[in-house]
């Protein structure tokens, strides 16, 4: 396949890969061309999104020091999910959505609904379940313009709503007041339905009023709105919702009682996926060894910290287990990965030089950087890849860039675009 431009796909992906490299950030797609020695943990995820889509609940939790990938594999399991027909959304724990406030849990998992193809993704996921009830209704004979089509269509739909009503009445009556107004062409209503139903606190109360509702999303109410909008998703023909959580650790900085139910709520969820109560439900949440271990950890919460924590290691990973633990980064993959973002290059604009570009130099460049963070390869991964792009830019560019000569890393310790973990391991030069 290819576009009006005559540029393939996979061109178009290759383009974005290194593009995202050069900005420091994780490509939005294509990880699995970069992806390295996480096959196992690839696996589990597969496996475990297929047990979700036969309408189970899942979770998994990924642990790793800062470096060790733990963003990338989330970004991953997102792409495997999307190619599996999930819906997904990517939350990061911050003070505006922690985990003590699950009503900012789910308006943020809400505004970040993707179907892979489209992002702010709900509307189109409500739209998608009616549409495919009126579409499965037209291929039996019933005409476009039939009245009945509207009647069968209005019967499906409340046979739906009636499932969701015994999870969330409020739910139902938004979905059903956003179909209506869909329908007679007020807008204005519809996306006042939309915005209630994604947990908006600033829908105007003639809305409510005239749809039967009151107030907004509750803090008790969250994961049923969730559970019954999953449900929706599943009668659009979706596999289910994946839902991926960066920086958990982030729970850790906040006063000790709000601290404390965050640990509370996730233990909630934990439960509810047991007893199988959010079914079609996948959470996979991210942390630095501290969240689980630390004092202010979910150490301090003993029941959460039975449920997912993990036996001893061995020196043989088992990514089975509740948590996925992350190595740090070494020098073998870091070597691996610039092969493969040599390959994503070549295939996005030309082949690389690989007597200026090569192994030696790599190595060199390795221990040039690291050099500057006191030997520590985990740190990084990302600035090592965007340096590399630069290199492979310069030798694009300049038939007579010698890399082996040329290339220094001498970045500022208050230079735009370094994160404070890289701050705080790197050497001061004098």
Known sequence: MSDHKGITDQKQESIGIINALRRGTVPQS????????????????????????????????????????????????????????????????SPETPLHKLQAVYTAICAGLTTGTEDHALKSIIDTWIYGIEDRLISTGIGEDDPKLVELT?????????????????????????????????????????GWVAGETTVGRSFKAQAGLKGSVTEGEALQFLKGLVYVMTRAGFAGLLVSFDEAETAQSFARPQREKGYINLRQIVDMIDKNE??????????????????????????????????????????????????KFDAAKLMEAALRVMEIYADAYSEVDKSRVSPKFIRTMIEKVTGRFGGRVDVVP???????????????????????????????????????????????AW
Do not use: W
């Open 382 to 428: 990302r600035l090592y890849l965007r340096e590399f792009v630069d290199v492979l830019d310069k030798c694009a560019l300049y038939p007579n860039y010698q890399p082996m000569e040329k290339y220094v890393f001498v970045p500022e310790k208050e230079a735009a675009g370094l994160k404070e973990e890289e701050k705080a391991v790197m050497e001061v």
């Open 154 to 194: 209005e019967k499906e739909i409340e046979s739906v709503l009636e499932r969701v009503s015994g999870l969330s009445s409020g739910l139902a009556s938004a979905l059903r007041a956003y179909y209506q107004a869909s329908n007679r062409g007020d807008f204005a209503s519809a996306q006042a339905a939309i």
């Open 30 to 93: 294509g990880l699995s061309r970069l992806a390295v020695g996480l096959s196992a943990e690839e696996r589990v995820i597969g496996s475990q999104l297929a047990y979700v889509a036969g309408g189970h609940a899942d979770c998994k939790f990924v642990r790793g020091e800062y470096g060790s990938g733990k963003t990338f594999l989330i970004s991953r399991a997102v792409e495997i999910g999307q190619r599996q027909r999930f819906v997904t959304s990517h939350v990061v724990i």
């Open 278 to 327: 959010l079914p079609n439900c996948f959470f996979l949440f991210a942390g630095t060894p501290a969240f689980f271990d630390s004092a202010k950890g979910i150490r301090s919460l003993p029941p959460l910290y039975d449920r997912i924590g993990i036996i001893a290691d061995d020196g043989f990973s088992n990514p089975l287990q509740t948590q996925i633990v992350l190595p």
